[in-house]
C-alpha cells in the first residue's frame, strides 16, 4: 500500500507560554499543503526481521531506526500485532523547514499499517500515538485545517478555503533548529484568537496575523527575513515564516514570477 504525507504550513504562531515542562503553549493554525513524500508498506511473510527499511529522494541522514517512520512503526507494533513488512520512504519535503515533513510521515505510517493490517484502532488512539511521536503529529491524523492550542496537540476543525490562491514556498539552505526557536522567544499571551482573524480578508491578514518566531530568527538568519520582504515586492496577498523556520510562504492571487537564488527549494502550486 502507498500514501503521500504531505507537509503543512503555520498561518500565523503565537507562543502563549512556557510550560514547567519545558515545552509552550501555542496558537497557531495549520494549513495542508500538497507538497508530498511518498511512503509504501509492502507485507513481507518471510521476512525474519519486523521490517526492512529503504529510502530515497532527499537524504536524511538518519539510520533507519531513527527515522520517525520506524519509530511509528514500533510505537504501533508496542500496541498491536503486526507481521514483518517493507517500508520505503521516498523523501521530497525539505526537513528543518517548519513544514512538519518528519511529523506527516510518522503519522501516515500509522494510518497506513492500520489500513494495511485492518487494526481494530480508533482515530483517537491513532492521535494519542501520534502525539507522542511530535508535537506537530497529531495533526497530520486529521489533516484538515485547524486551529491547534496546546503543545500543538488540541485541535479544533476551522473553515479555510484558499482555492483561489496560488502558494509559493522558499526553503533557503537554512537548518533552523527547533528547540533553539523555542529558545529565542519571550512569551506573551495574544489579544485576539487566530479564529477570529482568519476570517478577515487574506489581503488584511499582514497587518494582524504573524509568526512569534520571526524576529529573532530573522535577527539571526536576515537571509530569511529578505525572502519575505521579496514575496511582499513580487505581489504576495499575505507572506510568513511556517512554524520555526527556515522556509517562507506567499500566497498569491496569479501564479507568481520569482526570481530566487537556486540554492533555494521554490515550489510553486496553485491550491
Ligand atoms: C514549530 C512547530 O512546528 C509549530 O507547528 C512545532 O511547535 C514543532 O513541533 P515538532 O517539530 O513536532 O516538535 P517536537 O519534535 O515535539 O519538539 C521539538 C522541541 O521543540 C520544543 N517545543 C516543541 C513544541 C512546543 N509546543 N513547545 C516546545 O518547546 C521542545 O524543546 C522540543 O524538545
Ligand atoms: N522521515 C523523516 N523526515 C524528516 N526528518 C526525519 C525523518 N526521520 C527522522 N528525521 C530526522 O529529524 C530531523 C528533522 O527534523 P525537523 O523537525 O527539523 O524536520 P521536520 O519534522 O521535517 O519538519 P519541521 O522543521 O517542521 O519540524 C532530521 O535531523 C532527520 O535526521
Same mark, same amino acid.
Given at each position: ?13 503565537? @507562543? @502563549? ?24 508498506? @509492502? ?6 526481521? &519486523? ?33 514483518? @513488512? ?58 484538515? &485545517? ?32 527547533? &528547540? ?75 501564479? &507568481? ?15
Amino acid at each position: 500500500m502507498i500514501c503521500y504525507p504531505n507537509a503543512k504550513i503555520n498561518i500565523g504562531l503565537n @507562543v @502563549v507560554e512556557k510550560r514547567p515542562d519545558g515545552y509552550h503553549n501555542l496558537e497557531t493554525i495549520f494549513f495542508p499543503i500538497p507538497l508530498t513524500d511518498a511512503l509504501e508498506t @509492502v507485507h513481507n511473510p518471510e521476512s525474519k526481521e &519486523p521490517y526492512l527499511f529503504s529510502s530515497s529522494g532527499i537524504d536524511i541522514d538518519a539510520k533507519p531506526e531513527e527515522n520517525i517512520c520506524i519509530k511509528a512503526f514500533e510505537l504501533l507494533k508496542a500496541n498491536y500485532e503486526l507481521p514483518p @513488512v517493507n517500508i520505503h520512504l521516498h523523501k521530497m519535503i525539505p526537513f528543518g523547514a517548519g513544514l512538519g515533513g518528519g511529523s506527516a510521515d510518522g503519522a501516515f505510517m500509522l494510518n497506513l499499517l492500520k489500513k494495511e493490517f485492518e487494526l481494530d484502532v480508533t482515530e483517537e488512539e491513532l492521535q494519542e500515538l501520534a502525539a507522542q511521536l511530535g508535537a506537530d503529529c497529531a495533526f497530520f491524523i486529521k489533516n484538515k &485545517p485547524s486551529y491547534a492550542t496546546g503543545i500543538g496537540n488540541i485541535l479544533q476543525d476551522v473553515e479555510l478555503d484558499l482555492s483561489d490562491y496560488y502558494i509559493a514556498l522558499i526553503k533557503p539552505p537554512i537548518h533552523v533548529s527547533t &528547540p533553539d526557536a523555542y529558545r529565542g522567544i519571550t512569551p506573551t499571551p495574544s489579544s485576539h484568537s487566530l479564529t477570529e482573524l482568519i476570517q478577515l480578508p487574506v489581503e488584511q491578514w499582514k497587518h494582524h496575523i504573524k509568526n512569534d518566531f520571526e524576529q529573532s530568527v530573522f535577527a539571526k538568519y536576515p537571509e530569511i527575513g529578505k525572502i519575505k520582504m521579496e514575496l511582499y515586492e513580487a505581489g504576495a496577498s499575505y507572506a510568513c515564516m511556517s512554524g520555526s523556520g527556515s522556509s517562507v510562504f506567499g500566497l498569491f492571487k496569479t501564479e &507568481p514570477s520569482l526570481n530566487m537564488p537556486p540554492s533555494c527549494f521554490t515550489w510553486i502550486k496553485k491550491l
